[in-house]
């Protein structure tokens, strides 16, 4: 790893993936916050403990300190495809926050990452809010860019997509990195299977520490495992006796459509009735990255979450795997609960190395000051435009 002396702030940084694929390429992360205890702890053990266990809401701006890129997720829930959108919520209010730190610390640039339904989701006046946004990043002095990326294309075992917005002082057009990995196309890398992803982990225990099923068989296996011998929270995750049950009947790839109507719950028989939720009650497919890791990967009727070839859920640690966290990589929580919240919230930290990686090119070339320039003489004029969106 060559280490550079850009500076960076995480802000609802949760355990730490997008930090981390910025610490994986050299970045120097100076400050980072998360409301989440455990996650505060999780990011000490394992980043850095630069972390402050507090409300971006209620942190003294003049305390951060200055820096040459902001990154950070705001909570998504508000946002996400999954359920009501609803406008009045406060989670959706704190994407605003972190525009509130953008314009305090000034950095050159910032990545701002989100769910895919922040592009169709609406403020309480029906306008857009990722128009309102990309206008207000614009009246602080920044040039946007929009992107939505797959993490599948980017070497991570999921097709997990997520937008982000670029923003920078430079006044240019700043791309999304260059896809290094594919679906189907032939004499280029292949998306990582689910196979591939997890093959090497031996069955879970009750203490979750295990070794190696064998050698590497991947090259995303080695990159996991580094030179570690074991790793950890490969723990025996709990079902129900209704879930063992209808976990037997679901085949490689499938759902809840192949649970017989006499196995089936009154939920499962909705769903056959309703049609849709291709995920649900779903068992990966070995030949495939698996689909979005939510916050409940422990549980069968939300996502696709049980193992392709033993009789259960997958484990911690192959929902850290799906996420492209190494197996030294530890949590830390007080709660089960807490556990799956910080795997499930986070950025992959392939694909964040992947911007990391790709910002500093524009940071080391200069773009043209004079351009730079121009772009923020004219957002000075609609600063006070902020206030309104």
């Known amino acids: 790893m ?4 850009t500076k960076v702030i995480g ?38 403990d630069h972390i402050i266990n507090e409300d971006i809401t209620k942190v003294d701006l003049n305390s951060i300190p200055k820096a040459d890129i902001i990154i950070g997720g705001p909570p998504c829930q508000g946002f996400s495809g999954i359920g009501k959108r609803d406008p009045n919520d406060n989670r959706s209010a ?3 926050s972190y525009l509130d730190v953008v314009n305090k610390i000034e950095p050159k640039v910032f990545l701002f990452e989100n769910v895919t339904g922040i592009k169709s989701s609406k403020a309480a006046d029906g306008s857009k809010v990722i128009d309102n946004l990309k206008e207000a990043f614009e009246a602080i002095g920044y040039h946007i860019n929009i992107h939505t990326l ?13 937008v982000f917005i670029i923003g920078n002082k430079f006044g240019v057009d700043i791309t999304a990195p260059s896809q290094t990995h594919y679906e189907n196309e032939s004499n280029k890398k292949k998306w990582i299977s689910s196979y591939e992803a997890i093959s090497d982990l031996e069955s879970p225990t009750d203490d979750g520490i295990v070794k190696y099923r064998n050698s590497p068989m991947c090259d995303y296996q080695k990159l996991m495992r580094k030179n570690s011998d074991n790793t950890t929270l490969q723990i025996t995750p709990y079902s129900s006796p209704t879930d063992k049950e209808i976990i037997k009947h679901v085949k490689p790839g499938g759902n809840y459509m192949d649970v017989p109507d006499e196995v089936s719950t009154k939920r499962i028989m909705y769903f056959k009735s309703t049609g849709g939720r291709t995920t649900t009650y779903g068992r990966l497919d070995p030949k495939k990255p698996n689909y979005t890791l939510n916050t409940h990967f422990n549980r069968p009727n939300i996502g696709c979450n049980i193992h392709y070839e033993e009789d259960r859920m997958i484990t911690i640690r192959e929902g850290l795997r799906f996420q492209s966290f190494p197996d030294d990589f530890h949590l830390i929580s007080k709660t089960k609960r807490n556990y799956y919240v910080q795997v499930g919230n986070a ?25 730079a320039h121009l772009v923020i003489s004219r957002t000075e004029k609609v600063r006070t435009h902020i206030s309104s969106i």
């Open 2 to 5: 060559k280490k550079n002396n």
């Open 94 to 96: 704190l994407v605003y």
């Open 150 to 162: 797959n993490a599948a294309d980017y070497g991570v075992p999921q097709k997990r997509k997520r």
């Open 11 to 48: 802000l609802f940084s949760g355990c730490g993936g997008l930090d981390l694929g910025f610490k994986q390429a050299g970045y120097d992360l100076i400050w980072a916050n998360d409301i989440l205890k455990d996650a505060c702890e999780t990011y000490k053990l394992n980043i850095g």
């Open 347 to 371: 950025v992959p930290p392939l694909l964040s190395k992947a911007w990391a990686e790709h910002l500093f090119e524009y940071l080391i070339e200069k773009p043209n000051t004079k351009t």
